[in-house]
């Protein structure tokens, strides 16, 4: 059973900055996703919590006790590295004995709990095995049997399926995410793919240049994205931005833009300046009623749907819309949006403005 707290979490390696303030909370049992791009800063967040890097400033807290400057064997949290990293010339059994074997536990007590293991992961029948001749499945089985049986108050995994082709990779991450549902141990999992941490995790921490934008549940980065940095990292094609330049009253709820006039969730921040009107593709709707007007430039036949590109006064809009409807490259349509669904940002800090729609969930 593990709570961990991340509390104004920071690491330097000499002037550079890697991670700046982090603070967020991962709760017991969740599968908490640590998601951003390349060189963002989540394996050094995850190495700080495993306890292989210390923190220039700032608390971690596993349930309650505060840990950020014990080494990583006092810590009982299992970095599961690479899933194929095993001992080669040892058998599967071995394999997966060896972290309590060099603990010192009695010989039959290490049999029991092996066993156990290799029921949870369904790998009876491969115990006396050579890993060798493993396939690729059975070779990462064994790898989180290694790291499960210790019975650690949770587990770091830095981009455990990243080496594997797509196919297995879907494959893979099912059974790690019915394994943890059956185990219900905190697990904080590293990963660049959005798909991935979207399908997978309870809760979600997006971070970008070293700081953390945004966290909360899959939905929530979702449908109300904090930052212009989030809604276009999630989802795909990307949340659209028209771009306008223009004012919204206290709590108005109809926006002046590019000449025509749109219903938006309630504003609970008034604001004027240079605005990003953030519509998803699927909440895009073509309709030659609608006073907003935008050139089709392209289509893409996804089966059932299909994704219209047009090009508007604010910019380029995509619209994910019925196959069966038709858009001609060159056509002038007339666009309309859902009107519970939009985000406004300011263009220049990339914030989201507090409406209705995101009151209870924006970050910091
Ligand atoms: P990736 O998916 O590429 O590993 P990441 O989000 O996990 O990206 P980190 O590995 O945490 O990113 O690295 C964040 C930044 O800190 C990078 O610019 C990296 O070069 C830098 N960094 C990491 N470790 C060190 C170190 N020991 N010394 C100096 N710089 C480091």
């Known amino acids: 059973m593990a709570q961990i707290v991340i509390r104004n979490l920071k690491k330097e390696f000499g002037a550079f900055t890697a991670v700046r303030e982090s603070s967020f909370t991962i709760e017991d049992g969740e599968f908490f996703m640590l998601l951003g791009p390349s060189g963002c800063g989540k394996t050094t967040t995850l190495r700080m919590i495993a306890g292989l890097e210390l923190p220039t400033s700032g608390e ?3 349930d309650g006790e505060e840990i950020s400057q014990l080494p990583p064997r006092e810590r009982d949290i299992a970095f599961v590295f690479q899933m194929f990293a095993l001992y080669p010339h040892m058998n599967v059994r071995k394999n ?29 029948d491969i115990l006396d095995r050579p890993v060798g001749g493993l396939s690729g499945g059975d070779r990462q089985r064994v790898a989180l049997g290694r790291a499960i049986v210790r019975e650690p108050k949770a587990f770091m995994m830095d981009e455990p399926l990243g080496a594997l082709d797509a196919e297995f990779r879907e494959h893979m991450a099912d059974e790690l995410r019915a394994l943890h549902d059956r185990m219900g141990a905190t697990t904080v999992y590293v990963t660049h793919d959005q798909l991935e941490a979207m ?30 940095f989030v809604a276009s990292f999630i989802g795909s094609p990307s949340m659209n931005f028209v771009n306008f330049h223009g004012q919204l009253g206290p709590n108005a709820s109809e926006l002046d833009m590019l000449g025509g006039r749109f219903s938006v969730p309630q504003s609970r921040e008034p604001f004027e300046g240079d605005m990003a009107f953030g519509v998803r593709p699927e909440h895009v709707t073509l309709s030659d009623a609608a006073g907003f007007r935008g050139e089709v430039l392209a289509t893409e036949y996804l089966g059932t749907t299909q994704i219209v590109t047009l090009q508007t006064a604010g910019g380029e809009v995509k619209a994910r819309i019925p196959s069966s409807q038709p858009a001609k490259p060159g056509e002038s349509v007339g666009l309309s949006f859902d009107p519970k669904t939009v985000t406004l940002f300011d263009r220049q800090s990339g914030r989201a403005l507090k409406s209705e729609l995101n009151e209870s969930v924006l970050h910091g």
């Open 60 to 62: 971690i807290l596993l």
């Open 199 to 228: 399908q997978m995790g309870d809760k979600i921490v997006v971070m970008n240049n070293a700081v953390v934008e945004q966290f909360g549940t899959p939905q929530e980065i979702y449908d109300k994205p904090a930052t212009m």
């Open 96 to 124: 997966i004995s060896y972290p309590l074997v060099s603990q010192g536990m009695p010989r039959a007590q290490v049999k029991a709990k092996v066993a156990e293991v290799a029921q949870i992961l369904g790998i009876e």
